[in-house]
T-cell receptor, first 119, second 109 residues
């Protein structure tokens, strides 16, 4: 199946710093990528939809100025957590559906996730 | 009401047991349905899609009832390796995908 990578796989940072997480589709192009956040024992919550060449679409309650998303190419989306605080500590997962258009697809392919710990 | 609801469990079962998970969804316009498996500290991985006619993959059987907006997953002959969190996933039109909170399963020897 298609492969999605994330980097870094884990990061520990001090409060107030910014952290950038990369999501790459390795063997397919993705005009759309999704960013999820998962707190312990909770479900994946969609944060935003990253669109190549245009602005990301954020879910209600997600601060776009805090979670900056850049989808610079058909294989790369980045999520930057700005001025991170301990409550931002979470498991961040990206996913991408294969296909460059809005055509039907069945499966999303997930990156392995990035575990962020803010001290 | 949550868009996708699951019994959080945990389900604690012995090896060889049969266990069933249920899921309900609120959006009647939902188009695609899946069960994903998530191991601790890992990303979700597709277990199987769910079709109205019901579908089976080895020890796993999935059912969809559109009228009741209800999805189920049956695991027969549970193995230790089946221990994980099972996520009910519903997709509407376009790309948006909604995840249930997951049902935790522990299979014990």
């Amino acid at each position: 199946g298609a492969v999605v990578s994330q980097h870094p796989s884990w990061v520990i940072c001090k409060s107030g710093t910014s952290v950038k997480i990369e999501c790459r589709s390795l063997d397919f192009q993705a005009t759309t990528m999704f960013w999820y956040r998962q707190f312990p024992k909770q479900s994946l919550m969609l944060m935003a939809t990253s669109n190549e060449g245009s602005k990301a679409t954020y879910e209600q309650g997600v601060e776009k100025d805090k979670f900056l998303i850049n989808h610079a190419s058909l294989t790369l989306s980045t999520l930057t957590v700005t001025s991170a605080h301990p409550e931002d500590s979470s498991f961040y997962i990206c996913s991408a559906p294969p296909g460059t258009s809005g055509s039907n697809y069945n499966e999303q392919f997930f990156g392995p996730g990035t575990r962020l710990t803010v001290l | 009401r949550k868009e996708v609801e699951q019994d959080p469990g945990p389900f604690n079962v012995p090896e060889g047991a049969t266990v069933a998970f249920n899921c309900t969804y609120s959006n009647s316009a939902s188009q695609s349905f899946f069960w994903y498996r998530q191991d601790c500290r890992k990303e979700p991985k597709l277990l199987m899609s769910v079709y109205s006619s019901g579908n089976e993959d080895g020890r796993f059987t999935a059912q969809l009832n559109r009228a009741s907006q209800y999805i189920s997953l049956l695991i027969r002959d549970s193995k230790l390796s089946d221990s994980a969190t099972y996520l009910c996933v519903v997709k509407g039109g376009g790309f948006k995908t909604i995840f249930g909170a997951g049902t935790r399963l522990f299979v014990k020897a």
